[in-house]
């Protein structure tokens, strides 16, 4: 294959194809249509003489041929080493940079830190900045960070991935939330009070009724009941407001709904809610990345 000539973007998709398995979603990520990219694909299969990705048996998504496999690591690495020599080391500036930051955080650090970042970003003019926020996978976030698909991810301590770079950002108390005229008004809850309220869990696998808090319970004989697991820690506030549940939150995620909601201390002790970012070393001296970084920071 001839990279003189105009071989090197299609390099490129090739590289998002063999990652995503799916045309609909490689198209999306290199923001060209499905028709284009199909044909930047039949241009690839004729060069490499090689089908390269097949249609799955299932119908869904594609498979990789033995020489599309092949090729998927090699590639990758090539291409990452291509980005990191043409990547400007020296100077970064906020105000001219177009750069899109990808940021790896579940919904409750995004609705910390990452609407503070947004805020503060768009509120100083760096108006050609984009930021893309997406879920966290652990299963993925380690070759997600190394391969440069995501720039940093907001995680808990021990979620961070083993030999990857960190920064602390926040390590705070949690609290227990109820609606401003819960019937039960503004004391502060004794362990007995607690353990007969209703409440509401966030699950982030799904499902689960079963937290930290109740570990903590269990250590001292005693049980609370769990009438509601959702998935995601934005509906939260939203269901507290209109039921008599109560919900453990951390104290800043509980901060930005002081008009709906009233904060408590807990009657016991717990572990506190840390938050880290994290990112792969070599991005450890980017003048972009040490920015965002720093951002960061002023938002924790």
Request: proline share 6%; with cysteine; hydrophobic share 40%.
């Amino acid at each position: 294959m001839d990279i003189k000539g105009h071989n090197l973007p299609l390099l490129v998709s090739l590289r998002i194809m063999l990652d995503e398995k799916n045309i609909t979603r490689a198209a999306a990520r290199l923001a060209i249509s499905q028709p284009a990219l199909s044909a930047q694909l039949a241009r690839l299969r004729d060069i490499f003489g090689d089908e390269l990705l097949t249609p799955a048996a299932s119908g869904k998504g594609m498979v990789l041929t033995p020489r599309g496999a092949e090729l998927r690591e090699p590639l990758r690495l090539a291409l990452q080493h291509l980005e990191d020599v043409l990547r400007k080391p020296d100077v970064f500036d906020p105000a001219s940079s177009d750069r899109t930051f990808n940021i790896c955080a579940n919904d409750n650090a995004t609705a910390i830190v990452g609407s503070r970042l947004i805020s503060l970003i768009r509120g100083e003019g760096f108006s050609q900045i984009r930021l893309a926020f997406r879920g966290v996978d652990s299963a993925k976030l380690s070759d997600q960070l190394e391969s440069g698909e995501i720039d940093i991810a907001l995680v808990s301590r021990n979620a961070v991935p083993n030999i990857m770079p960190h920064q602390p950002l926040l390590d705070e108390e949690f609290m227990m939330a109820q609606r401003k005229d819960h019937p039960r008004g503004l004391r502060r809850p004794t362990v007995r009070d607690y353990v007969k309220l209703s409440h509401l869990i966030v699950s982030g696998d799904g499902g689960g009724f079963h937290g930290f808090v109740d570990d903590i319970l269990e250590q001292q004989g005693l049980k609370r009941r769990v009438s509601v697991s959702v998935q995601h820690y934005s509906v939260v506030p939203l269901i507290l407001q209109t039921t008599d549940l109560v919900s453990t939150l951390p104290k800043k995620f509980l901060m930005r709904y002081a008009g709906m909601l009233t904060a408590l201390p807990l009657p016991f002790e717990t572990r506190r809610f840390n938050l880290h970012a994290t990112w792969h070393s070599r991005f450890d001296k980017d003048p972009g990345h040490l920015w965002l970084r720093q951002q960061l920071g002023r938002c924790a």
